[in-house]
């Protein structure tokens, strides 16, 4: 099956700091999602991305579907995008793979 | 409009017993998913209905688990007997069709002592 790879695995930022997060795949796939895991576990839709680049305030994310990797952007972090940060993918026959994520922490 | 509705929120229960959560999706929605999330890990599927039709269960362990989605809305996954392995959050997920997004409920944390 298709293998995700999300690095890094843990990342520690001082509030305003910009980052990328990076969600590697095996294969090709029919669609991508990021998601943002907050502390009470809820997973929260960031980007559904199959391809191309997309902005949503202070998050943007683009996926190259041809290189099969994709990015998360976070700019100006603030402490409440502090969480787990996951990338799903979908291959062949609508099966979801979930990487292992990436672990946020924003200081104050 | 409302989300993907799961319960209970939390399960305590000794091995052994029996246990069911619920889940009732975004109205509209076809698809519907079952996720179990190990501390630490993404999610895995358990397993993956089209209406009333269990189009990928080949993750869920069939000895215990089973589910069911009579009527192609809500959807109930047991487990009978639980084993303290089975201690994760029990996530369920909603698509308008198999493969455009999913949206997740809020989860079922089940404890097994």
């Known amino acids: 099956g298709i293998q995700v790879e999300q690095s890094p695995p843990d990342l520690i930022l001082q509030e305003g700091a910009n980052s990328t997060l990076r969600c590697n795949f095996s294969?090709?796939?029919?669609?991508l999602q990021w998601f943002h895991q907050n502390p009470w576990g809820q997973l929260i839709n960031l980007f559904y991305?199959?391809?191309g680049t997309k902005q949503n305030g202070r998050l943007s994310a683009t996926t190259v579907a041809t290189e099969r990797y994709s990015l998360l952007y976070i700019s100006s972090s603030q402490t409440t995008d502090s969480g787990v940060y996951f990338c799903?993918?979908?291959?062949?026959?609508?099966?979801?793979?979930f990487g292992a994520g990436t672990r946020l922490f924003v200081k104050a | 409009e409302a989300g993907v509705v799961q319960s209970p929120r939390y399960k305590i229960i000794e091995k052994k017993q029996p246990v069911a959560f619920w889940c009732n999706p975004i109205?509209?929605?076809?698809?519907l998913y079952w996720y179990l999330q190990n501390l630490g890990q993404g999610p895995e599927l358990l397993i993956r209905?089209?209406?009333?039709?269990?189009?990928?269960d080949s993750q869920l362990p069939k000895d215990r688990f089973s589910a069911e989605r009579l009527k192609g809305v809500d959807s109930t996954l047991k487990i009978q007997p639980a084993e303290l392995g089975d201690s994760a959050v029990y996530l369920c997920?909603?698509?308008?069709?198999?493969?455009?997004?999913?949206?997740f409920g809020p989860g079922t944390r089940l404890t097994v002592l």
């Open positions: 997920a909603s698509s308008s069709t198999g493969g455009s997004e999913q949206f």
């Open positions: 294969d090709s796939v029919n669609n």
């Open positions: 991305i199959p391809s």
């Open positions: 799903a993918v979908r291959g062949g026959g609508f099966k979801t793979i």
């Open positions: 109205s509209g929605h076809n698809t």
């Open positions: 209905y089209e209406n009333e039709e269990a189009v990928d």
